[in-house]
C-alpha cells in the first residue's frame, strides 16, 4: 500500500512538474522534399516525407498540414477576407477572384501514409485534415509519407510566380506545411492573410528544374560542384550544367520554415561578414538595381555586427537577400524583397527582414496570436539598427537622430485619436481593419519595447534584451516569458504593463497641473493622471542656474524603482498609487530658483497629450 502511494504521488508531481513548464518542450520534424518543377506550367510534382515527434504529454489522434498555395482561388476566405475589409491589402483587393484556372495556386494531396499505412484526410480550404490510424503517444516518431501536385499562382501576396519587377519564382508556403502543436493545442490556422507558426526541424530539399535558373534561398547548397563551381565565392554567377535540367540540393538544420526565389537572370553576389556569416545577394542587374545592390553587403556586414551584439548572436551560417516577392517578408535564413528601390529604402527593408531572423526565425513567437512580438519587436530594433548605419555613414545624405522611434510615438498617437484601435490581444486575423492590425503590431508593438525601457532603465533593458533572447530561442515565448525575463533583470513587478498595454487601448496621459511657494524654502508641485493607464513619472525640474534634477516617481506596484540612468543629480521620490488622480510632490528649493517642471523630456512615455508635460513658473 505504501508503495502503491509512494508511486501515484510520484506521478502526480511529474504531471505537475510537466504541466507547470508547458512552454517548454517542442515538437520536431524532419522533412525530406524531392521537388520536379515544370517552369512551361508552373507546375510541380512534390514527394514529402517528414519524420515527427511528439514531444507532447498528449496523445494524438489527428494532425494538420497547411496548404498555402490554396488560398489563391476563387472563392477562398483570403479572397472573401479581401474583398470585405473596409481597407484591404492593395496588393490583393479583388485580384483573387478574378484568377483563371492556369493562374491559380493549389496543392492537390494524391496519397498519405503514415508508418507505411493509408490514412484518412480531408481538404478544407487550406489546410488538411488528417484521422490517424493510430495515436501518436508521447515521446513517439512516426513517418508521414506524401506524394502531391502544386500550381504556383500568379503572384499577388508573398509567393507567385512573375512579380512586379519580373522575378519569375518567389516560392514562400509553397508545400505542405504540418502544422504546430504546442501547449495551447493545434493551431491550424486558415490562411486568410497572416501570420505563420511552425515546428522547428531539419529540411532536406532537392530541387529539379531547368537548367537555366538560378535559386537562393534557406539552407545551405549541398551539391555546388554539380551545380557550377564558385556558387559561394563572392562576385560569382551559376554556371549550368548539361541535359535540361538541374537538381539543387540544400539542407537547413533547425528552421521552422523553408523558401526559395529562381530566376534565369539573377546575378550572385556574396561576402563574409565580419561575424563569419556568408552573405548572399541574389538580383536581377540592371540600372534600376546594380548600383545599390551591390553595395548592400557592406552595410548589412555592419547591420550584423550590431544585432549581434545588441539583441543575440545569429546561429546559422549564412543568409541570403533574395529579389523576388511584393514587398519584403522574412523566412529562416533568407529573405525575398522587391529590389527597385532606393539605397535607404533597400538598405531598410533588408534590416528589417534580416532583424526577423531572430524575432521570428529564432525565438518563433506564434505570430498569429502575438504579432506585435514580431513585427514591433522587430521594428523597433530596425529602427535603432538603422541609426546605427547613419552612425558609421553608410547611409549618404541621412544623419542620426537622437530618437529613432519618435515617429513611432507620433503614428500611434495619431491612430489612438481616430477610434480605430484595437487591443494587440487581438489575433492577427481578426482585426477589424488592416490598419488597426498595422498601426497595432508594428508601431504600438515597437512603443511597447521603447517605453519598456523608460520603466526599468536602460541598463536592465539592454540585458533583458540579450537574455530574452538566448532564454527562449527555439522555444517559441509568449508575452508572460518577455515580461518574466525583464521582471528578473530590473527586480520590479511589470505585470501591471504588459495588462495595460497589450490587453486594453487605454491611453497615458501625464500633466504638470499646478505649483505653489511653501515655507522654508520648499516648493509644491502636483502632478496629474488624467489617462486611465498608469506609468512611473520621470519629472525633470530645470532650476535657473542652469543644472536639472530628475525626481523619480514610481508606481507603487511597480514594488522598486529603476537604476539611475543618467549622470543628472536624481532623486527617488515616494510611491505614487496608480487609484490616485493627483499627486504631491515638494522639492527642497524656492519657487523663484525654478525655471521649468517637465514629465518625461526624453519622449519615451507614449503620452497622448504631451501639451500639458510642461510648466514654467512666471518670472
Known sequence: MNKLLFFICLLFLSSSTLFAQPDRWQQAAKYEMEIDFDVKKHQFKGKQTIDYTNNSPDYLKK?????????????????????????????????????????????????????????????????????????????????????????????????????????????????????????QGWHANPYVGREFYGIWGDFDVKITIDKNYTIGGTGYLQNANEIGKGYEKKGSKIKAASGDKLTWHFFAPNVHDFAWGADPDYKHISMKADCGVMIHCLYQSNENTEEYWSRLPEVMNEAFNFINEKYGKYPYDQYSFIQGGDGGMEYPMATLITGERAFSSLVGVSVHE???????????????????????????????????????????????????????????????????????????????????????????GSVFLQQLEYIVGKQAFDKGMLTYFDTWKFKHPNINDFIRVMEKESDLELDWYKEYWVNTIHTIDYGVQSFEKMKKKRTKVILEKVGVMPMPIDLVVTYKDGTKEIFNIPLRIMRGEKAQETKMKQTLAEDWPWTHPTYELIIPTKLKNIKSFEIDPSKRIADVNPDNNKLEPAD
Not at 538603422?386 to 513611432?408: C, F, I
Not at 503614428?411 to 488592416?434: K, P
Open 63 to 183: 494532425v494538420f498540414y497547411h496548404l498555402y498555395f490554396n488560398a489563391f482561388q476563387p472563392g477562398s476566405m483570403m479572397d472573401i477576407r479581401s474583398q470585405t475589409l473596409p481597407d484591404p491589402d492593395r496588393r490583393v483587393k479583388g485580384r483573387i477572384a478574378t484568377l483563371k484556372d492556369n493562374e491559380i495556386g493549389y496543392q492537390k494531396i494524391n496519397s498519405l501514409k503514415v508508418n507505411g499505412k493509408d490514412v484518412k484526410f480531408e481538404v478544407n480550404g487550406t489546410i488538411l485534415e488528417v484521422t490517424l490510424n493510430k495515436p501518436i503517444g508521447p515521446g513517439k516518431t512516426v513517418k508521414f509519407e506524401m506524394d502531391f501536385d502544386a500550381q504556383v499562382p500568379v503572384q499577388i501576396r508573398r509567393s507567385g510566380r512573375n512579380n512586379a519587377e519580373g522575378i519569375d519564382y518567389s516560392m514562400s508556403q509553397w508545400y505542405p506545411k504540418m502544422c504546430e502543436y504546442d501547449y
Open 354 to 444: 534580416l532583424v526577423h531572423s531572430w524575432y521570428q526565425m529564432i525565438l518563433g513567437t506564434n505570430e498569429a496570436l502575438y504579432a506585435w512580438m514580431d513585427e514591433g519587436f522587430t521594428s523597433y530594433a530596425s529602427a535603432h539598427v538603422m541609426n546605427h548605419l547613419r552612425s558609421k555613414g553608410l547611409l549618404p545624405g541621412e544623419e542620426p537622430v537622437d530618437n529613432p522611434m519618435a515617429r513611432s510615438y507620433i503614428g500611434y498617437a495619431n491612430f489612438n485619436s481616430g477610434g480605430s484601435e484595437e487591443a494587440l490581444s487581438t489575433h492577427a486575423d481578426h482585426f477589424m481593419t488592416n490598419s488597426a492590425y498595422g498601426v497595432g503590431s508594428y508601431t504600438k
